[in-house]
């Protein structure tokens, strides 16, 4: 299972020009990966490709915590060397966590340039509640963004309204926008005009 995905035409063109690629880690909702995708445009100037979708990450389960490490599901689409992409962001809708912390919301690799975030724990329905979509739609973005951002060399703000301030539970992630601070909207612009 999953050498089919890992060969595949992503770039529909040839363009040399620098771009993500979100790649859908198994199933998730058309309609969710094209609102993001359309939303990181905006918010990164960059084009940004939807790849074609991976298999469930069973690869990534542990048995007893019923969750998934986030750390394999980086390397399995860092794995994937997509020409013509220098980022990935990964979107799955299965629990992340990595070792240290019992769950995580999403996670990045700085130097490698890929980022998973997850969307089980962005919804009202995982916590008992009636589901709020648009609330659902703002966090996936500022996930989106936070985790992306870290692909940019961004690092944790001590800022809480930043985007980039460290979620360790929802109520952070809402009190938070999907807007870097000026600090990191600094730091970003530098880093564009180094790697662009
Ligand atoms: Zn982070
Ligand atoms: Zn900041």
Redesign the pocket.
Same mark, same amino acid.
């Given at each position: 299972m999953g050498n089919a995905a890992t060969k595949t035409n992503y770039a529909s063109n040839k363009s040399i020009s620098k771009k993500v690629c979100i790649v859908p880690i198994g199933t998730i909702d058309k309609e969710i990966l094209h609102y993001t995708q359309k939303e990181l445009e905006i918010r990164f100037n960059v084009k940004i490709d939807i790849g074609r979708q991976l298999e469930e990450p069973a690869y990534a389960y542990h048995k007893q915590k019923k969750q998934y490490y986030s750390t394999r599901i980086l390397k399995r689409i860092h794995k994937l060397r997509l020409t013509g992409y220098d980022r990935i962001l990964g979107i799955a809708d299965v629990d992340l966590y990595v070792p240290e912390r019992t769950f995580v919301f999403g996670e990045a690799d700085i130097k490698k340039k890929v980022a998973v975030i997850s969307l089980t724990r962005l919804r009202q329905k995982f916590y008992d509640l009636p589901e709020e979509l648009t609330l659902f739609r703002k966090r996936i973005i500022i996930e989106a963004v936070h985790e992306l951002g870290h692909t940019y060399g961004l690092r944790h @703000?001590t $800022?809480n309204k @930043?985007v980039?301030?460290l979620s360790n539970n929802l109520s952070d992630t809402d009190q938070k926008g999907a807007v870097? #601070?000026s $600090? #990191?909207k600094a730091i970003m612009k530098d880093k564009k005009t180094i790697t662009n």
């Open positions: @703000c $800022n @930043c980039m301030f870097l #601070c $600090n #990191c």
